[in-house]
């Protein structure tokens, strides 16, 4: 039986990588702001237990950088600073003046033009992307960060979309977080009261196998079960309030019914499940005619971002009703009341220990995902000779 292949453990000593990543895996990018929200002004973040000041060189127009956000001479954070000079950030309390792309310091102002320290002391930089209307982040160990396009989901890259977003800080551990994203008992008992889910009916109890494909983790629906009976407690559907009636078609991609056209982006994706995960934590749940993503970035070891994403595959006049849906409706119910439902759970999760149950072969099989992921990143930067920084908490 299914059960029989649980670990049921109680710790998760089974999972090295993934219990010491509490502030986060090292190696990824990270979405952390909004484009429009990051400009000539310098502004802190903390990635992975790490402040950084991000800063829009000459404010509209310019490039972001990120470095290290805690000035070498005596600890200003240099967010506190601001731009003097073109290409640089000056820190707020002696002047020392360093080059964005480089981190070299160029200028120690109050110390003339030819002060012997210039050219002793680099502060760290962070490779910074924009996609998606958000500033992106590298963190790593000194290693070469990957192009971003390689680890955003495909179909956003090569695929013309419009995309309304949410970024949300959130108290608890991003695992929680990712966990309960991809958790398969939770959308069907936590969520069974959410306005959202009385228009996208979830099933009530299914039957689901787990495959990987690429960087990606699926849960694919064997068995749907669409009406439960609880002694006791009543009869319980996943149908949507307005429309008790059975499904016209059980798309491979779908928990929704009776769905006639799929979007031909997304049927060409062929994904095999409805809910999938991949490193370093990000949800996709494919709709037929949108898809939902979830980036649950890592502050520290207590606190995450929640960076919802709905993206829809068309372009030109047709985004217009996009908006309106994306505003008017989706913000609210899905990024909005949905999940807040998700906000709650993971700020009072306290695991582990924990006893675990059949629908949570989903949670062990993404946490093997980022055990071996991890462990092969491990071997290939002790190829590069250089060794893992350890996790902070
Ligand atoms: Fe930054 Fe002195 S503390 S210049």
């Known amino acids: 039986s299914r059960l029989g292949r649980l670990p049921g453990r109680q710790d ?78 000056s820190c707020p309390y002696h002047g020392w003046t360093f080059d964005l792309a480089t981190g070299d310091l160029k200028a120690a102002i109050t110390d003339g033009p030819a002060s012997p320290i210039c050219g002793k002391v680099t502060q760290p930089t962070y490779e910074v992307a924009e996609r998606l209307g958000m500033v992106w982040v590298f963190v790593g160990d000194g290693e070469d960060a990957p192009p971003i396009d390689e680890q955003l989901p495909e179909e956003l890259v090569s695929n013309a979309a419009v995309v309304g977003s949410r970024i949300q800080p959130r108290i608890g551990n991003w695992r929680f977080a990712c966990e309960n994203g991809y958790d398969e008992g939770h959308a069907k008992y936590l969520h069974r009261t959410s306005l959202w ?12 196998r787990i495959v990987q494909r690429g960087r990606w983790i699926y849960r694919v629906q064997d068995k749907q079960y669409w009406d439960a009976d609880f002694p006791g407690l009543g009869t319980w559907s996943n149908q949507a309030w307005y429309k008790l009636k059975p499904p016209k078609k059980v798309t491979n991609i779908g928990n929704t019914g009776g769905h006639r056209e799929v979007n031909p982006v997304i049927a060409a994706q062929e994904f ?56 008017g409706f989706v913000r609210w119910l899905f990024h909005g009341e949905f999940s807040a439902q998700d906000k709650w759970m993971v700020e009072v999760t306290d695991a582990p220990p924990e006893k675990l149950y059949r629908p949570d072969d989903s949670l062990l099989k993404w946490r093997k995902l980022a055990e071996d992921t991890t462990e092969q990143r491990v071997g290939r930067l002790a190829g590069q000779g250089i060794q893992p920084i350890a996790a902070k908490e």
């Not at 889910?197 to 689901?208: D, G, I, L, Q, S």
């Open 12 to 89: 998760w000593s089974s999972w090295p990588h993934y219990e010491a990543a509490a502030a986060g895996f090292r190696g990824y990018w990270y979405p952390v702001a909004y484009s429009s929200h990051i400009g000539g002004k310098p502004k802190q973040i903390t990635l992975l237990g790490e402040k950084i000041v991000l800063v829009r060189d000459g404010g509209r127009g310019g490039s972001v950088y990120a470095l290290k956000d805690r000035c070498p001479h005596r600890g200003v954070p240099l967010s506190e600073g601001n731009q003097q000079f073109p290409g640089t950030i």
């Open 197 to 208: 889910r009385m228009f996208k009916a979830m099933p009530v109890w299914n039957e689901t």
């Open 272 to 327: 095999p499940g409805f809910a999938s995960v991949s490193m370093p934590g990000v949800l996709r749940i494919a709709y037929p005619t949108f898809i939902h993503y979830e980036f649950y970035v890592p502050v520290d070891a207590d606190n995450h971002l929640y960076v919802g994403v709905m993206a829809e595959f068309r372009k030109g006049r047709k985004v217009l009703p996009f908006y309106a849906k994306y505003l």
